[in-house]
C-alpha cells in the first residue's frame, strides 16, 4: 500500500512515496548506501524480507514499487506467492537506464510474485510503469510532467478516488512544483482517515515518507520514519551521478562519496 507522485525538473525529477503497511509489520531500516553488481544505490530496507520499496541509483535511475494492479483494472488473479516483491527491485536497480529495466522485465518470470506496479524513472525519459496481475504484464508510458499513482488493500476503489480527487485538487490550484506534491502527500482530505493520501487507520497507517530528488550533478534522498504530518526528524544522504556513456565521468563519479546531511 502506497502513494506515489513524481514531477519533472529542468533537469531531473522528484519522486514523493508514502509507504502504508499494517502496524503489525516490522520497522523498516533507514536508507544506506549499498553496491549491487558495481552499481551504487541508495534504499530503504523491509523489516520483515529484506527488499524495499524504492530505491534509486548512482545513474540517477530510481525505482518505486506499489502492491496490486493501479493503471488498468484488470482482474487480480489469485495464487500463493513465493518472493517478495521487494527483492525485485533490487534486482533491477543496478541498472543503468530505464530501457535496461524495461528489457530485465520483459525476459523476466514474474509468477513467484504477488501482484504490483512497478515504475522506473530517469531524468528526461517517460516514466516505465509495469503492471503485473499474476497472469499478464502490461508495460505503459507516461510522459506527463507530473503523475501519481496509489493503491490500498482497503476499499480500494475508493480510496483511489479519494486521493485523485485531492491530487486534482492540488493540480487546479496550479502547484506544480515538489513543494505542492509534499502538501499532497501530507493531505488529510477528506479527513484524517484510511481515504487521506496520509494514511491512518486503527490497524495501519503511513509509516514512512521519502522524497527522492535527482539533478544532473547528484541524487538526494531524504526519508521520515513516520507519517510526513507528523514532522519527524529524519535521514538524508546524497549520491554523486556517474555517467554511464563517458567513461571519464564515470571514474569522477566512482571516486565521489557519500554525504550523509543533518
Known amino acids: 500500500m502506497c502513494t506515489v507522485s513524481w514531477i519533472h525538473d529542468k533537469d531531473g525529477y522528484q519522486l514523493l512515496c508514502n509507504r502504508d503497511e499494517k502496524l503489525t509489520r516490522k520497522s523498516a531500516r533507514e536508507p544506506r548506501l549499498a553496491v549491487r553488481y558495481g552499481t551504487r544505490f541508495l534504499a530503504p530496507v523491509d523489516g520483515d524480507f529484506g527488499g ?10 530510481s525505482v518505486c514499487l506499489l502492491n496490486g494492479a493501479n493503471l488498468t483494472g484488470s482482474e487480480i488473479h489469485a495464487g500463493a506467492p513465493g518472493r517478495s516483491r521487494g527483492l525485485l527491485v533490487l534486482d533491477l536497480i543496478p541498472l543503468a537506464s530505464v530501457a535496461a529495466i524495461c528489457n530485465r522485465l520483459r525476459e523476466t518470470d514474474l509468477s513467484a510474485f504477488a501482484p504490483f506496479t512497478l515504475a522506473a524513472l530517469e531524468p528526461g525519459r517517460p516514466v516505465a510503469i509495469l503492471e503485473w496481475n499474476r497472469s499478464k504484464k502490461t ?18 476503489e475508493e480510496v483511489q478516488r479519494s486521493r485523485h480527487e485531492e491530487y486534482s485538487r492540488v493540480e487546479y490550484r496550479h502547484v506544480h512544483d515538489g513543494e505542492g506534491l509534499f502538501a499532497f502527500h501530507r493531505s488529510h482530505a477528506p479527513a484524517r482517515s484510511a481515504y487521506s493520501t496520509c494514511m491512518h487507520r486503527t490497524d495501519a497507517e503511513t509509516v514512512s515518507f521519502s522524497r527522492i530528488q535527482v539533478t544532473d550533478q547528484e541524487t538526494d534522498f531524504c526519508y ?5 504530518c507528523e514532522n519527524l526528524p529524519g535521514v538524508r544522504l546524497k ?23 543533518s
Open 139 to 156: 508495460l505503459l508510458f507516461e510522459g506527463a510532467e507530473r503523475f501519481m499513482l496509489t493503491s490500498s488493500s482497503f476499499d480500494s
Open 52 to 61: 524495499t520499496w524504492i530505491a534509486t541509483n548512482e545513474f540517477g535511475v
Open 224 to 228: 521520515t520514519p513516520g507519517a510526513p
Open 239 to 261: 549520491l554523486a551521478r556517474r555517467r554511464s556513456s563517458d567513461p571519464s565521468q564515470q571514474h569522477q563519479a566512482r571516486g565521489g562519496q557519500v554525504q550523509k546531511a
